[in-house]
């Protein structure tokens, strides 16, 4: 009779062709071990089913290319025989189950993939979506996410002393009971010395090393390629449990036992834990492995060879030792109090065979379970034409009589653009002290000590725009990515990705990836910025109402000089203010039309247009940004974005560290746009800058004919815009900076 | 001359003390691992911030039991220098080398962030080279910085000049307003009796750098050089 009834392989989340896979692969009935197996590993999470006939389209090479996509972290090249590995990992599931620990083995699982690589991470970042925090229905549930998730981001990261530096934290409707955590991680490693997640040379012994397993998370990687029901707390026990500590330990006893040579190849156990490690090192080398469970460290008792193989128990890493030199790894590992144990061997052939008291528990060829995994064309359907509905009306986006000092005030305080503070305060953004732009600016910058360069990074998504145009709305996130890095004196060099989508079985989402992915590899190539890693997460949707798709862009800039980093803020009286760029008619979906005048985003999405961006303009504002910091000219650059120029020149007025706010004079003539336009307008490829007056000859001509205007001053205590001759805004900076740096902490701590 | 720095397994802040010590104050100085007892080569322990053996209990109190802390307990009572730094503040309270505790800061919260010190004490090792009436920008990093101690030791703290540093605002008030963490009378660091151990929530570590925001860390580290190089 057979053991696998048509219930078994449902609770698998296997389809019937699925399992006719299986069947024909195995040649034979699977065991419920091998079924739990090709469950996790043919997961939506681990084989990127959906996603791998699109992700093959991406941009992935260049000059600095080291690594590129496929291992657990990309690697580029920084130049003096120094790399960066980087990648960003979306924790988006487990972290609505269970938002601390969710978030924490967020932070956890990426620190992982960057020091497989033989990578000391020196940074992290959070890209964090949440539903509104003063929503009626789930506002209270949401802050308690939020609370959970900067919670838990805060617990991993400050214990294992890596410095959160930046990232966004996001509000939207679409968020409500669907929270995105993206969590990233960058480390710093030597060209020579980088690792890699391969079982190779037959005969090496395979070590075990780290946390002992137990029976948390098993299923975790299907869990998370599964929407969600009111069921979902249900499902708690697939959430893991993480030890920060212990991380810390693994981190130094691996990167001392890499440095010992006596390692062929790592790998962290992440999603679906030893099965995916070791079927991945496998397959990545061409060899077999033959592992004996009995001889894995446990913390419980009675565990069945299924339970092993797919616990996502955390801090647990497999490594194959050179033949002969396993005592050395043991040894270090020792040393720092960690288990490490000779599990298995590498061996010739195609085969995973998993031995358990006595029994063959699993005896699968490996290559079928990774490169055989199901590949889906999924349908594709582009959205029926809009209806261009009347709302919001072009002249209901233009009121004459508005308090424009009022509306700027409104959108300081609105959850997307007020300060992070109450965020990142709680985040160690020092620690390792190569912090060099501090959390809150564009982007945030480290430099290295063994070079005068620093890194610079940010992560950045749009929802809004890509729901209304997937590939404009793209290419307008990766614009905006590579223009912050801009902003902070760094050339963009490379980018990660995770891009976060709800059910990939419905036509049109698949369309709207599909699009994204055309639309980042548009834009990554004009700007000449590979992607180097990445990860997709599909089935964001709770209730059936699923999240605005959100690729999030991880750009990393580099600076060949750390002197000359820029910063956002205004510097000194008298000094002048520029835009680079050109402002056009851009309000439909912007923070003004929501936040001022009330629409909802499904409002917006139905009637607005993304702004339109030109890549060819945008590439030259950056480039002449980067000329002008490059010749010491600038004293401030500011991206300009949400809220449009005058939410970017107020920022630039606030105070900083050993900085005191200062005021402004400016003022806009375009006789062909309105004054909310002017003010608010989201248009890319717009940079404010500052410079000393006396060098507006110098700027003039390195700028050329790049779009550039004077609009004003530095000067006073007040931020003072007129448009067209007239003054349509006039606010004490103090008053201003309060509103913007108090609107979180209020609505979370009160 | 020569420093010490202590490895816990737990220690974060570890590098960037050692990175100060050899890069910006220009001194011989090794890393010490928490299982080893011979500190006799050493003029200097730095006990530095992080999360010695995980702090899942009280931080710093499994601490005080490895074997490297019972040898920095016999080199403070020889009269040797004793640099606590935010965990390593903690640790020396749990050792018993300075006295109060440090507990849960008052919003329950992990503060990064500058704040302002005034230095209370200026005739010690670790601050007789800051400028009079300076006051020291410095971060600190904590999710258990609030100073506590009984009447009794807070009178004797105060009559013996013990409190070396309180957290300020920018003219050097001391406010409730400056006050971070909910530390008693606003204390950041303080001293024993000897004058030879310094315990400090802030990281002066990490304000050795105009690049990194401040460099008012130096005045420490080389206040404290200074009274070795004297000896």
Redesign the interface.
């Known amino acids: 009779m057979s053991a696998i009834t048509p219930e078994i392989i449902e609770q698998h989340g296997l389809t019937k062709d699925e399992y006719a896979k299986i069947l024909e692969i195995m040649g034979r009935e699977p065991s419920i071990t091998e079924l739990g197996v090709f469950s996790v590993m043919w997961s939506e999470h681990c084989s990127y089913k959906s996603s791998r006939v699109h992700l093959g389209r991406l941009p992935t090479t260049g000059e600095r290319v080291i690594v590129p996509p496929g291992e657990n972290a990309g690697v580029v090249d920084i130049g003096d025989d120094w790399c960066v590995a980087f990648k960003v990992e979306s924790h988006n599931h487990p972290s609505f189950i269970e938002p601390f620990q969710g978030a924490a083995t967020g932070v956890g699982g990426i620190l992982r993939d960057v020091f497989t690589m033989g990578a000391r991470p020196i940074a992290a970042m959070n890209s964090l979506r949440f539903g509104p925090l003063n929503d009626e229905k789930h506002g209270n549930r949401n802050k308690s996410i939020l609370k959970g998730c900067v919670d838990g981001i805060?617990h991993y990261g400050?214990?294992?002393?890596v410095p959160t530096i930046g990232g966004e934290v996001v509000f939207d409707e679409s968020y409500s009971l669907n929270p995105l955590v993206n969590a990233f991680a960058l480390g710093i490693v030597r060209k020579d010395q980088i690792f890699f997640g391969k079982a190779e040379g037959v005969g090496n012994p395979v070590l075990y090393v780290g946390a002992k397993t137990g029976r948390d998370g098993i299923h975790g990687a299907t869990m998370a390629s599964a929407e969600f029901d009111e069921e979902a707390l249900e499902k708690r026990p697939t959430v893991q449990v993480g030890?920060?500590?212990?991380e810390?330990?693994l981190l130094?006893a691996c990167l001392e036992a890499m440095r010992s040579g006596a390692i062929a190849g790592i790998q962290d156990m992440g999603a679906a834990g030893l099965t995916s490690s070791s079927v991945e090192m496998a397959a990545r080398a061409g060899t077999g492995l033959e592992l004996n469970l009995d001889l894995v460290p446990q913390r419980e008792t009675g565990m069945t060879a299924y339970e092993m193989l797919l616990s996502e128990s955390q801090e647990r890493m497999l490594i194959v030792a050179k033949d002969g030199r396993e005592k050395e790894v043991v040894d270090v590992f020792k040393k720092?109090?960690l288990d490490a144990v000779v599990i298995g061997k590498v061996v010739e052939g195609d085969r995973l065979k998993i031995y358990h008291k006595g029994n063959l528990e699993a005896d699968m060829p490996i290559m079928a379970v990774t490169d055989n995994a199901p590949k889906y064309s999924r349908p594709m359907a582009s959205p029926s034409p809009k209806s261009k509905v009347q709302s919001p009306k072009s002249e209901d986006l233009r009121p004459s009589t508005f308090d424009f000092r009022q509306s700027l005030e409104k959108l300081l305080a609105s959850p997307n653009i007020c300060s992070k503070r109450w965020v990142?305060?709680?985040?160690?953004?020092?620690?390792?002290?190569n912090?060099?732009i501090?959390p809150g600016a564009d982007a945030a910058v480290v430099?290295v000590?063994e070079t005068r360069r620093a890194i610079s990074m940010c992560l950045d998504g749009n929802g809004r725009f890509v729901a209304v145009n997937p590939r404009e709305g793209a290419k307008l996130v990766v614009a905006e990515s590579a223009r912050n890095n801009v902003c902070v004196g760094a050339k963009p060099i490379a980018v990660t990705n995770c891009l976060n989508f709800p059910s990939p079985e419905r036509p049109e989402i698949m369309w709207g990836f599909s699009e994204v992915i055309d639309g980042i590899t548009e834009a990554c190539e004009k700007f000449e910025t590979p992607v180097i890693s990445g990860n997709v997460s599909f089935y964001n949707e709770t209730d059936g109402k699923g999240i605005l798709p959100t690729p999030t862009i991880g750009m990393v800039g580099l600076l060949e000089d750390?002197r000359k980093l820029i910063t956002q803020g205004f510097k000194n009286e008298g000094d002048l203010i520029a835009l680079l760029g050109i402002t056009n008619d851009d309000l439909s979906v912007s923070e003004y039309a929501q936040t001022v005048l009330g629409y909802t985003t499904d409002e917006l999405i139905e009637s607005g247009e993304v702004p339109k961006l030109d890549l060819t303009l945008e590439k030259q504002v950056q480039d002449t940004c980067l000329n002008l910091a490059d010749k010491n000219l600038l004293k401030s650059a500011h991206d300009c974005s949400e809220g449009g120029i005058a939410v970017a020149i107020a920022e630039s007025c606030f105070s900083s560290?050993?900085r005191d706010a200062v005021g402004a004079e400016i003022s806009l003539t375009d006789e062909n746009l309105d004054a909310a336009a002017q003010l608010f307008s989201e248009s890319p490829s717009r940079i404010v800058i500052s410079f000393a007056a006396d060098k507006l000859e110098e700027v003039k001509e390195i700028v050329g004919d790049c779009p550039f205007a004077v609009i004003g001053k530095v000067k006073g205590d007040n931020l003072k815009i007129s448009i067209n001759g007239e003054e349509s805004v006039s606010a004490k900076i103090e008053e201003l900076e309060n509103a913007w740096k108090t609107s979180l902490e209020n609505q979370l701590?009160n | 001359m020569k420093f010490g720095v202590l490895v816990f397994?737990?220690s974060?802040?570890d590098?960037?003390a050692y990175?100060?010590i050899s890069k910006h104050v220009g001194q011989p100085v090794e890393f010490v691992w928490h299982k080893q007892t011979d500190l006799s080569s050493y003029d200097a322990i730095i006990v530095p911030?992080?999360?010695s053996?995980?702090?899942?209990l009280r931080c710093g109190a499994l601490a005080k039991f490895s074997p490297v802390m019972q040898s920095v307990k016999e080199f403070a009572a020889q009269g040797k220098f004793v640099f606590g730094i935010c965990n390593g503040f903690q640790i020396l309270c749990e050792a018993g080398l300075l006295p109060g505790a440090l507990i849960r800061n008052r919003?329950l919260?992990?503060?990064?962030?500058?704040v302002n010190l005034k230095v209370e004490n200026q005739n010690t090792p670790f601050t007789s080279e800051v400028e009079k009436g300076k006051v020291l920008?410095i971060?600190i990093?904590h999710?258990e910085g609030n100073y506590v101690c009984d009447d009794a030791t807070f009178q004797s703290l105060e009559e013996n000049n013990q409190i070396v540093f309180r957290y300020c605002d920018e003219n050097g008030e001391i406010t409730d307003k400056a006050n971070p963490n909910g530390a008693r009378s606003n204390i950041a660091g303080i001293c024993n009796l000897n004058r030879n151990v310094l315990g400090m929530m802030p990281?002066p570590?990490?304000a050795?750098?105009e690049?990194?925001?401040?460099n008012d860390g130096r005045d420490i580290f080389r206040s404290l050089t200074k009274t070795i190089s004297q000896i």
């Open positions: 805060a400050n214990c294992f002393g030890d920060p500590f212990l810390k330990l130094e720092w109090d990142y305060r709680q985040y160690d953004s020092m620690v390792r002290t912090t060099s501090l430099r000590k750390v560290l050993n701590e | 397994p737990g974060n802040c590098h960037d990175h100060v911030g992080g999360f053996y995980g702090d899942y919003d919260h992990f503060i990064c962030d500058f920008s971060p990093a999710a990281h570590e990490r050795c750098e690049l990194l925001g401040s």
